[in-house]
């Protein structure tokens, strides 16, 4: 498996698909003082504008990988984490 940094860029609502938590969640400072600034994966702030993390990527994906659609990357990695997609848990959603 690849080591891929995928390039997170926050939304209008500050929104990226975190990896550790298997979440979108709103990148905000309690976000990144609680959870990014002890995350292994942690590689970057993408300038200022979202969220840099590399981990062993199963998918097919282009190194770097520039994910704006936190939702479309949330659906796109419960594909290789549970293989009873479609998932029908709409609390995975949930946004903190
Ligand atoms: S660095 Fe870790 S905690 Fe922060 S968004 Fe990436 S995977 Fe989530």
């Given amino acids: ?3 891929i940094n995928h390039i997170h860029l926050a939304t209008d609502k500050g929104e990226i698909y ?3 938590r298997n979440r979108v969640v709103v990148l905000d400072e309690d976000h990144r003082s609680r959870f ?3 995350c292994k994966m942690y590689n970057g702030d993408a300038g200022g ?3 840099e993390c590399v981990w062993n990527d199963q998918r097919d994906v282009s190194d770097p990988h ?5 939702y479309k990357e949330w659906v796109e990695n419960q ?5 009873a997609f479609p998932s029908t848990n709409p609390s995975s959603f949930a946004t903190i």
Avoid: F, Q
């Avoid at 520039?66 to 936190?70: C, I, K, N, S, Y």
């Fill in 49 to 51: 504008k979202g969220v």
């Fill in 36 to 38: 990014c600034s002890s």
């Fill in 18 to 20: 975190c990896c550790l």
């Fill in 79 to 83: 594909k290789r984490k549970d293989s």
């Fill in 66 to 70: 520039l994910v704006t659609d936190p």
């Fill in 1 to 3: 498996m690849p080591e």
